[in-house]
């Protein structure tokens, strides 16, 4: 069974930094596009950020441009997001997803449970 | 920036009634890159349907996913009570990389 659970939410003040990671199980990441989306409280999906199976290709939504990274650790099976100078509306559930990808379409599944993030003084 | 808007915003039904949400694209969407997904109150999002009509592993046969161009419809048949919940289009593009509409709220 696939498994994606994510680590490393919590309370931190307006332009400090934190370090997600989603341990992996049931497949290995190296062999999957991972992606981070989040949702902040009451409100709806936004995709973050994504790492291609080689580790080569990374891409993020403009609102996080030059603040967040995202990297893996295949020996871990492990895919981290690294957020720095976080702002108030970075406040967030922020969801792992492998996302398959086809010759014609893709998907995204599984997500894992999510980890809450809150930015704040 | 292809923005996607659903429609209706919350859909008041009862069980065994029939949903139909809706899913517009400001440009012309491809429709293999059309999925659906519903998330219920405190728990992850979870895949429905791919590629505009195809749907995932393990999802009943009263979801179903229609459209092409810029107008995508998400139909449930004979709802169920654990049908209650919100629901996403999302598409990707080049450009835009991956977005998500605002959802539509089915409710009893």
């Known amino acids: 069974e696939m498994q994606l659970v994510e680590s490393g939410g919590g309370l931190v003040q307006p332009g400090g930094s934190l370090r997600l990671s989603c341990e992996v199980s049931g497949f290995t990441i190296s062999s999957s596009w991972m992606h981070w989306v989040r949702q902040a409280p009451g409100k709806g999906l936004v995709w973050v950020s994504r790492i291609s199976e080689d580790g080569r290709v990374t891409n993020y939504v403009d609102s996080v441009k030059g603040r967040f990274t995202i990297s893996r650790d295949d020996a871990k099976n492990t895919l981290y997001l690294q957020m720095n100078s976080l702002r108030p509306e970075d406040t967030a559930v922020y969801y792992c997803?492998?996302?398959?990808?086809?010759?014609?379409?893709?998907?995204?599944?599984?997500w894992g449970q999510g980890t809450l993030v809150t930015v704040s003084s | 920036e292809n923005v996607l808007t659903q429609s209706p915003g919350t859909l008041s039904l009862s069980p065994g009634e029939r949903a139909t949400l809706s899913c517009r694209a400001s440009q012309s969407v491809n429709s293999n890159f059309l999925a659906w997904y519903q998330q219920k109150p405190g728990q992850a999002p979870r895949l429905l349907i791919y590629?505009?009509?195809s749907r995932a592993t393990g999802i009943p046969d009263r979801f179903r996913g229609s459209g092409s161009g810029t107008d995508f419809t998400l139909t449930i048949s004979r709802l169920e009570p654990e049908d209650f919940a919100v629901y996403y289009c999302?598409?990707?593009?080049?450009?835009?990389?991956?977005?998500f509409g605002p959802g539509t709220k089915v409710e009893i």
């Open positions: 999302q598409h990707y593009s080049d450009s835009s990389l991956f977005t």
């Open positions: 590629a505009t009509s």
């Open positions: 997803v492998r996302v398959v990808v086809t010759d014609v379409t893709y998907w995204f599944h599984p």
